[in-house]
């Protein structure tokens, strides 16, 4: 199989380099930039859960046209750079199977603009991976990873690629419902990352004060109603399932909180935005996920 990775940041390099430490031909496709450099000139460092740091050598360009066919492009790119992303990639498309590892909802249906739906993947992950400094990232937790064809039946690719990665270290199930895969993840990001984000607490804030707590379950029932109302049949409850995310990745600050306090862009208009936006498609109201996209939005700005 040859993988390309669209957008080696902190969750494409390690998924980029541990496929290529386990004998894959996989390409790491990046914007120029200091990471992009260190990977070219020095390899990935790779720091793993266990503390320990090893140095990978890896395929790396900033030339999508140069990488010639593949047989799946993995999608790394934050949320709002999919678009682009993908319209500077074409030449990587031709026959691929193109699999978002992304959070947040409409990444599938922005790939479904340039490839068929039978060949669209997502996927959903649970590993936390850090980008220390340029060419070094670390591993910083172990969690599920998941992947299915989004649109269509399960296909051999993401069979294959499920194999793939769990030969290179990343447990990962194949799921006949993607679509649900993608929602409960979501979930759990609706109820904890724009909250933990804008009072500038730790995750587990939000399970262990009332507040907190009262946010995060407001957040997710508005958000599994609009679930419902796109036709997702949640298997588990989802306010239980993100305090239980919270409570386990207690010290943890969200990504969104990372986000604000760097002053990036952060992933708000793919998470509780989208809920507003599908809220008002199912004519269902949203105001708690409204505000606290608001509030983002103006933090951001
Ligand atoms: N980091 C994690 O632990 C983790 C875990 C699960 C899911 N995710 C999700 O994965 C996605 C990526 O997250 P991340 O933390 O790795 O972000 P990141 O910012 O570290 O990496 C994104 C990378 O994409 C690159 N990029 C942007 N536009 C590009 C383009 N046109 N062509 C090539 N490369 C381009 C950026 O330069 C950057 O290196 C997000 O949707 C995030 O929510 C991350
Ligand atoms: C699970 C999660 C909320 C833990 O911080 C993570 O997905 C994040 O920060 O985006």
Redesign the pocket.
């Known amino acids: 199989m040859r993988v390309a990775v669209?957008?080696?940041?902190?969750?494409?390099?390690?998924f980029g380099g541990r496929l290529a430490r386990s004998g894959v031909d996989v390409t790491l496709?990046?914007?120029p930039?200091d990471?992009?450099t260190a990977l070219d000139r020095d390899g990935l460092r790779l720091t793993l859960p266990d503390g320990t740091t090893e140095r990978v050598a890896v395929d790396v360009t900033?030339d999508?046209a140069g990488v010639g066919p593949v047989d799946v492009v993995l999608v790394?790119?934050?949320?709002y750079?999919t678009r682009?992303?993908l319209a500077?990639?074409t030449s990587l498309l031709a026959d691929a199977a193109v699999c978002t590892?992304?959070?947040?909802l409409g990444?599938p249906e922005t790939i479904a603009e340039f490839v068929p739906e039978s060949r669209v993947l997502a996927g959903?992950?649970?590993?936390?991976?850090?980008?220390e400094s340029p060419g070094h990232v670390r591993h910083?937790?172990v969690g599920d990873t998941a992947v299915g064809n989004y649109f269509t039946d399960t296909s051999e690719t993401a069979t294959a690629l499920a194999r793939a990665l769990t030969d290179a270290g990343i447990d990962t199930d194949v799921v006949a419902d993607a679509p649900r895969a993608v929602w409960e993840k979501v979930l759990v990001?609706v109820g904890i990352n724009a909250a933990t984000a804008l009072a500038g607490v730790p995750n587990g804030r939000l399970a262990d004060t009332d507040p907190g707590e009262r946010v995060l379950r407001r957040a997710v029932e508005e958000a599994a109603a609009v679930a419902a109302a796109d036709g997702v049949e949640l298997t588990t409850d989802p306010v239980a399932a993100a305090s239980r995310v919270a409570r386990r990745t207690a010290e943890n600050h969200s990504?969104m909180r990372q986000d604000l306090d760097r002053g990036?862009k952060t992933?708000i208009d793919?998470l509780n935005g989208e809920i507003v936006s599908r809220g008002r498609e199912h004519g269902i109201d949203t105001p708690v996920n409204e505000t606290l996209t608001d509030l983002v939005r103006l933090a951001e700005s």
Request: charged share 15%.
């Open positions: 669209l957008g080696p940041g902190a969750i494409g390099s390690l496709v990046g914007r930039g990471h992009v900033t999508p790394c790119v934050k949320a750079d682009s992303a500077d990639a590892f992304q959070n947040g990444n959903t992950t649970s590993h936390g991976a850090t980008l910083a937790g990001n990504s990036r992933e793919a």
